[in-house]
C-alpha cells in the first residue's frame, strides 16, 4: 500500500487539460478511477492517452483489453494518432495484453461456489488458493513489472459474463482492492450510456472506486458535443462544471475556459 512518505504520491493523468481541472494535478497512487460513458465517447483513447504519455514520461503501465484485440489497439492508435505502443513495448514501459473475460468469469464463479459452500470460511482465507477471485493477480495473470500505472478496458465485458450477478459484485470489490494494492495510480473503463443530471443511476463499480469520470455525448440540433464530468474524486478537490472536449489527430482535447 501507498504510505505519505512514497515519491510521486500523485501522477498526472496527462489527457490534455485534465489534470488542471483536479486540485492535486492528477491521480493519487493507490486508487482507481472509473471512466464511464456510452459508444463513441473516447473511454478507450482517455485510458490509452494517459498511459501512453505516462510510458513516455518514464513511468511502467500494464494495459489490459477485455473486448478488443491487443494488435487491433495498437494498430488503430498508431494510424490515427501516432502512437507507437510497440515501441514502448520493447523498452519494456508498457505491457499490453487481452485476457478472455468468459475464461476468467468461469473460473472466479467455481472458486466463489466453494467460497459459498463453506460458510464458516472467509473470504480472506479463500484468496489465497483461489487468486483468480481478484482478477489482477490472477494465477493466469503475471505482471511483468511492478507498474506505475495500470488500465482495464473494459469491465462491462466481465459483467457480461457474470451469470451469477451476485458474484460480479464481489469481484469488483475484490479487483478495485488488489489494484489498489499495487501502489499505482489505476483507471478501468465502464461501458454506460448515462443522461446528464441522472445521479440517481449509480451502479456498483461507481460506489466502489476512488474517483468517477463520466464522459458524455451530448445532442444538439444535427450536431453531437462531447463533454466530460468529474463526478467524483475522494483524495482532492476538482471542478464540477461540464467540461467540452474533442477528439482529434493527438486524442482528447479538453477545451478548457469554453461552455457547452
Known amino acids: ?9 500523485t501522477l498526472p493523468v496527462r489527457v490534455s487539460h485534465f489534470d488542471e481541472l483536479v486540485d492535486d494535478g492528477g491521480l493519487e497512487r493507490g486508487t482507481t478511477t472509473l471512466i464511464a460513458g456510452g459508444c463513441g465517447c473516447g473511454k478507450t483513447i482517455f485510458a490509452l492517452q494517459s498511459v501512453y504519455n505516462a510510458a513516455l514520461a518514464g513511468e511502467k503501465v500494464i494495459y489490459f483489453t477485455l473486448e478488443e484485440e491487443a494488435e487491433k489497439i495498437r494498430h488503430h492508435m498508431k494510424k490515427n494518432f501516432g502512437w507507437d505502443i510497440a515501441a514502448l513495448e520493447k523498452k519494456g514501459k508498457f505491457h499490453l495484453q487481452k485476457l ?13 461456489m466453494e467460497y459459498r459452500k463453506k460458510d464458516s470460511i472467509s473470504l ?61 495510480a489505476n483507471i478501468i473503463t465502464y461501458e454506460k450510456a448515462r443522461e446528464i443530471d441522472s445521479c440517481s443511476t449509480l451502479d456498483v463499480e461507481e460506489f466502489l472506486v476512488d474517483g468517477v469520470v463520466s464522459l458524455y455525448t451530448i445532442r444538439r440540433g444535427q450536431l453531437r458535443r462531447r463533454a466530460l464530468e468529474i463526478v467524483k474524486i475522494r483524495s482532492c478537490g476538482h471542478v464540477t462544471e461540464m467540461t467540452p472536449y474533442r477528439i482529434t489527430s493527438d486524442g482528447i482535447s479538453i477545451m478548457l475556459g469554453e461552455k457547452l
Open 1 to 9: 500500500m501507498h504510505t505519505m512518505g512514497d515519491k510521486n504520491l
Open 100 to 112: 478472455d473475460a468468459y475464461e476468467l468469469v468461469k473460473d472466479i464463479e467455481l472458486a466463489l
Open 124 to 184: 480472506s482465507e479463500i484468496l489465497p488458493s483461489h487468486p483468480e477471485i481478484s482478477l489482477i493477480d490472477s494465477r493466469g495473470i503475471e505482471l511483468p513489472f511492478s507498474p506505475d500505472r495500470i488500465v482495464i478496458d473494459s469491465i462491462s465485458a466481465l459483467y457480461s459474463a457474470f451469470t451469477d450477478k451476485d458474484g460480479y459484485r464481489v469481484c469488483m470489490k475484490l479487483l478495485i482492492d488488489a489494484l489498489n494494492e499495487h501502489n499505482s
